[in-house]
């Protein structure tokens, strides 16, 4: 007995059709109009969009970083996105420095345990080539058996210095590396060095509020260092794919690049399409801690061509960087130093709603590019086979989307474990109906109705070469 979602209009990447989706067991086995039922469980999805869970490959679940933990770990954090619509997640694990990419997968693995109530996927950010007492360049043999384990993307940070910044050697010898295995790196680009000079200066003159975080770190200081990685992935022949590109100064190099053939590809974030620093950051309150994050909030301006790159191709990808932590508890460690704000805000929730009222009924995206954008794209460019796309053989992971449900996003009714949203009290017109994932309806009324640790590791395919 399989189920049968009747009278709903399909929507992939390329087409919107009227069909009906036939899920047996955990796998979709037919997408066509009017499907005859038989022994299934029949639901009605008129006036329901249909659609493949949504995909969002960029999150920081249970993660150590800014002398804490990000407030959500792999079963709050998972279950707010499938409240949200999400049913794949590609979360990071990080490499410690002294340690092999082995142990760090090991503690990633341990935190998912018992706990996802979706499926997830790992990158690994590397930080260390030769941990002390292994072999020289140990991590570079290492990434082959991350690549036949399923994680076939790296990430490398250009910012945080001291932290997870590495140079521009190690930087290099890493996508050299990937381009031999045909894996993806995935950068944070931002200069991290000059960005902790213009830092150091403005505590020097008592600059300490959280709206300084922003003013310190410069769209020139992200777009210098998207040029940089680009320019050292061509240099080794590897893809390179920008994470959380924030403002058009970046974006200018990405197209500089793609317009020249090169290999790179960049997602931006929820937040940098609807969040500004004139409106969230204006420098009046301890409150805007709630907005710090890295890159930080632009100004109003960069955000229409974000849109426009977002609907033109230019940006492959919308994604979170879910990196939530608690206002009272944890970005209060910052109330005397920006610097001491941990770094990153809650989204995996919102992703969805956000991108379907400010793009789609906005006009600035279609509903074909919303799927693309959220679930299509980041299965392909993220070797997920089996996720991103309804028709046959695929994963059951299915979205009916109510397009006009009115929805107030608010701290006190989200499933994240926030004390705050960084969206309180917005109204959207779009919203999540039903989610399955594998065929097992896991989301009904704005519920989870799973059990955690349902969720599984997904091995994902090394596929960087043949992206563009
Ligand atoms: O502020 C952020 N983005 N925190 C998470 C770490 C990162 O840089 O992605
Ligand atoms: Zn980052
Ligand atoms: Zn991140």
Same mark, same amino acid.
């Not at 249909?50 to 954090?77: E, N």
């Not at 960049?266 to 500004?276: D, M, P």
């Not at 919308?318 to 460690?333: E, G, I, M, N, Y």
């Given at each position: ?95 410690? $420095? ?49 690549? @036949? ?28 590396? @990937? ?37 310190? $770190? ?9 040029? $940089? ?176 449900? @009115?929805?107030?996003?608010? @701290? ?26 594998? !065929? ?12 955690? !640790?349902? !969720?599984?590791?997904?091995? $994902? ?8």
């Amino acid at each position: 007995m399989g189920t049968l979602i009747q009278h709903g209009t399909v929507i992939h990447a390329d087409s919107s059709v009227q069909a009906d989706v036939l899920i047996e067991g955990e796998t979709i086995v037919a997408v066509a109009a009017n499907l005859p039922p038989a022994d299934h469980t029949l639901v009605d999805a008129t006036g329901l969009l249909v659609m493949p869970g949504g995909i969002d490959v960029h999150t920081h679940l249970d993660m150590p970083f800014g002398g804490t933990t990000s407030a959500d770990d792999y079963l709050t954090g998972t279950r707010a996105a499938a409240i949200g619509g999400t049913t794949t997640v590609i979360d990071f694990a990080l490499q410690s $420095r002294g340690h092999t990419l082995a142990e760090a997968l090991a503690v990633w693995d341990s935190k998912a345990e018992g706990k996802a109530c979706i499926d997830y996927a790992l990158h690994m950010a590397i930080t260390d080539l030769s941990p002390a007492g292994h072999p020289h360049n140990e991590t570079l043999a290492e990434m082959e058996q991350m690549v @036949a384990r399923g994680i076939s993307s790296f990430k490398l940070f250009m910012a945080y210095p001291g932290v997870l910044m590495i140079d521009d050697g190690l930087m290099f010898q890493v996508m050299q590396k @990937a381009a031999s295995l045909g894996a993806l790196c995935l950068i944070h680009a931002e200069n991290g060095a000059a960005i902790d000079v213009v830092v150091a200066q403005a505590l020097a003159e008592g600059k300490t509020a959280p709206h300084f975080h922003a003013l310190t $770190r410069s769209t020139q200081a992200e777009a210098e260092a998207t040029h $940089r990685a680009i320019a050292l992935a061509e240099m080794a022949g590897t893809t390179v794919y920008i994470v959380h590109l924030s403002n058009s100064d970046s974006l200018r190099e990405l197209k500089q690049a793609q317009a020249r053939g090169l290999r790179a590809l960049a997602e931006t974030c929820t937040q940098y399409l609807v969040l500004s620093l004139e409106e969230q950051m204006p420098g009046k309150s301890f409150e805007e801690a709630k907005y710090v994050f890295t890159p930080p909030l632009r100004l109003k301006a960069n955000q229409a061509p974000l849109w426009q790159a977002l609907a033109d191709g230019s940006l492959s990808v919308v994604s979170t960087d879910h990196c939530p932590f608690r206002f009272a508890d944890q970005k209060s460690l910052g109330r005397n130093d920006f610097t001491k704000i941990p770094n990153g805000g809650p989204g995996i929730e919102n992703r969805m709603q956000l991108l379907w009222h400010f793009g789609v009924n906005a006009g600035l995206l279609t509903p074909e590019r919303f799927v693309a954008l959220t679930a299509t794209e980041p299965a392909r460019i993220f070797g997920m086979e089996t996720k991103g796309v309804l028709a046959p053989g695929k994963d059951a992971d299915v979205l009916l989307w109510d397009p006009n449900a @009115a929805y107030t996003i608010s @701290a006190v009714t989200q499933s994240m474990n926030t004390d705050y949203s960084m969206f309180e009290g917005w109204q959207v017109k779009g919203n999540v109906s039903r989610v399955y994932s594998h !065929g097992e309806l896991v989301v009904e009324h704005g519920k989870f109705l799973g059990t955690p !640790g349902r !969720g599984r590791f997904l091995h $994902r395919k090394a596929n960087a070469g043949e992206l563009l």
